[in-house]
């Protein structure tokens, strides 16, 4: 019980539009400490959707979300906020880098606002996340010198600065050759096996699905398997 | 710390479009110039004309008016009390124009604590006769030494020396204009002759110039004495008391009293001159008003630049969000960017617009209506650059306030999963 770091519990949730249309059904489900786990599913089967909900980004649903032992559905924007700031870490198909911050400063922002650490140790941090990566020669450069694989890198030490209960990950490979996409994927499976790290990433590559241990299966709203 | 982390945000968004922002910073900058020039050469110019009226009148001025009484001897008749009384045909009683007991009356007024100082002078009707003809004319009677200290006599006399008023007897500074009408050069002995038929020779020793023309045509200035000798009254005949006091805006409250503790009559000069006010109030309204709307203008250029910055940043806003900044703080960011936008034009604004009064100010201005003007008047009053300042910055969070607001409420669902 004291293991799950988040847990779904008959979340529901429907676009209202000319015809009120429900993309959630009644999900319901929890992650465990250390779970390496992955949500998969055909293109519109509400994967994604129900990925933002997890990651508290989006409130208008229904049924209750348990992250950390603390329930989500009361909390201000703010205190969402902060909760994404502390206990998330988000990996985007798009990188989301802010161009106008060399690499270590993009990944040292998130922690910079959480303020736990000083400006000095967060860069000796984050320089570390990143040598994790083999990136560490990188990190003076700018963003946009880099390379998509490069960028997608960077994108995840950004999400581990904080060191976060749990990572999430929204088609983290989608936008990557097949040769980045592996090393990307190679580096979750480090982050999971060697660090004991949380992920839950959602994909609709099986290949990626298969090698996690844990893999919810979605169809037209609900978790088949 | 996270405020050190907002700037540093700010500062990197701004910098990332700095022409842009650039912009938008030399328009506050355009506007609060041009806000501190127009005002303060309005108020310069409105200053001057002021001057050229309520400089030279007392604040409160003691005089005995021609008046009828205000009680008939019928109406103090024992045998006709409780009548109506019908009195037609009234005539002003044809009494003298000078105050009774002017020296205490003068010494109540000067000990009194809100009176800057008194100057008596003495006002009468006169013709100068210039070969056969007689031109109309004003002496006044002046201390000329109070007259100089209140009411800055000298700067008025454009030729000659004030001062020769007092040290040679019977001598007269003319009016330019009745001067140069009567062919009066400086030194000239010109015939003077009084309502009552007294004449009296008085050299020129100098030319007034107020700068209205049709006041130099008649007036002319003699000292106390010589006014008083040529009506050929006594040293005590005095017609006019005129106090200026600290704070002109006591005058209308002390014309009343010294009225009614004097028992003269008492003009203050708010309503002796309440047009002059009315025309500055309306000039300086209309130059705020002009001033405000160029900030205005400014503002709405600060507004498009922001919105136009959010669209642009949308995806950095996005992750901002996503990795833990509130609304709050992503509305702080460019209230920042806003804020610094206008607290450096407005700095720049200030600087400029002091150096182009300074230059205005250089600007030869000649007019001979105006012998002491000789460049274009400005006021430097710190006022305007306070409101200039003020209005400028407050301006700008406005202009920043709505475009934030907005960024504060970007979803970043809806821009993370639109990729």
Request: some cysteine; glycine content about 8%; proline content about 3%.
């Amino acid at each position: 019980m004291s293991t799950k770091v988040l847990e779904a519990i008959k979340i529901n949730k429907h676009f209202d539009g000319a015809q009120v249309q429900q993309v959630l059904k009644d999900v319901s489900f929890s992650i465990d400490k250390g779970d390496f786990a992955s949500i998969v599913g055909k293109s519109g089967c509400g994967k994604s959707t129900l990925l933002y909900i997890l990651s508290t980004m989006d409130t208008d649903y229904e049924g209750d979300l348990i992250i950390d032992h603390q329930p989500m559905r009361l909390k201000s924007e703010a205190e969402l906020a902060r909760v994404r700031n502390e206990k998330i870490g988000f990996v985007f198909q798009f990188h989301y880098l802010l161009n106008e911050f060399s690499v270590v400063r993009n990944v040292m922002i998130p922690g910079l606002k959480l303020g736990k650490y000083s400006e000095k140790e967060l860069e000796e941090r984050a320089m570390e996340k990143l040598k994790i990566f083999g990136i560490d020669d990188q990190a003076r450069k700018m963003p946009n010198q880099l390379s998509g694989g490069q960028k997608q890198r960077v994108a995840i030490a950004r999400a581990l600065i904080n060191d976060p209960l749990i990572i999430m990950g929204d088609e983290p490979t989608g936008n990557l050759d097949k040769k980045n996409s592996e090393i990307v994927f190679d580096l979750f499976q480090k982050l999971a096996r060697e660090y004991q790290q949380t992920l839950l990433i959602v994909t609709h590559d099986m290949e990626f699905a298969q090698a996690t241990d844990h893999v919810i299966e979605m169809e037209d709203g609900r978790i088949i398997k | 710390m996270r405020y050190k982390l907002l700037v540093n945000i700010a500062i990197a968004l701004s910098m990332a479009r700095w022409k842009q922002t650039l912009v938008a910073a030399v328009g506050v900058t355009f506007s609060i110039t041009m806000f501190i020039t127009l005002l303060g050469f309005m108020n310069g110019l409105n200053d001057m004309l002021d001057g050229l009226i309520l400089n030279r009148t007392p604040h409160i001025k003691l005089y005995n008016e021609l008046k009828p009484s205000l009680v008939q001897p019928v109406q103090l008749a024992s045998a006709f009390k409780g009548h109506y009384h019908f009195i037609r045909s009234v005539k002003p009683y044809g009494g003298r124009l000078e105050i009774y007991n002017v020296n205490p009356i003068m010494d109540a007024v000067a000990k009194d604590e809100r009176v800057l100082g008194i100057a008596p002078k003495i006002s009468t009707q006169v013709f100068y006769t210039v070969g056969a003809v007689d031109v109309a004319g004003v002496i006044n009677g002046v201390d000329v030494e109070a007259e100089n200290n209140l009411f800055f006599f000298s700067t008025y006399v454009t030729t000659g020396d004030y001062i020769d008023l007092k040290n040679i007897p019977n001598t007269i500074i003319l009016g330019k204009a009745a001067a140069d009408k009567m062919l009066a050069k400086i030194g000239d002995v010109i015939q003077v002759t009084t309502v009552t038929g007294e004449q009296q020779q008085l050299k020129v020793v100098g030319y007034f110039q107020s700068g209205l023309n049709d006041l130099d045509k008649v007036q002319s200035y003699t000292s106390l004495n010589t006014a008083q000798k040529l009506l050929g009254e006594s040293r005590n005949y005095i017609t006019d008391l005129q106090v200026k006091l600290k704070d002109i805006e006591l005058a209308p409250a002390m014309a009343k009293e010294y009225s009614a503790l004097f028992g003269i009559d008492a003009e203050d000069i708010q309503t002796a001159n309440s047009q002059f006010e009315t025309g500055s109030s309306v000039r300086s309204t209309i130059s705020y008003a002009v001033g405000i709307t160029l900030l205005i203008v400014a503002g709405f250029g600060i507004y498009n630049i922001l919105n136009m910055m959010i669209y642009e940043k949308m995806d950095s806003i996005a992750i901002l969000k996503a990795t833990g900044f509130s609304g709050k703080d992503v509305k702080r960011i460019f209230i920042m960017i806003a804020l610094s936008i206008g607290v450096i034009g407005v700095m720049f604004g200030l600087i400029f617009g002091f150096l182009m009064s300074s230059l205005i100010d250089q600007i030869p201005f000649d007019t001979p209506a105006l012998p002491r003007i000789k460049t274009f008047p400005i006021n430097y009053s710190l006022k305007f650059y306070i409101i200039g300042a003020t209005f400028g910055i407050f301006t700008t969070y406005l202009a920043g306030y709505l475009p934030s607001r907005k960024a504060s409420k970007v979803d970043p669902v809806v821009i993370i999963r639109g990729k």
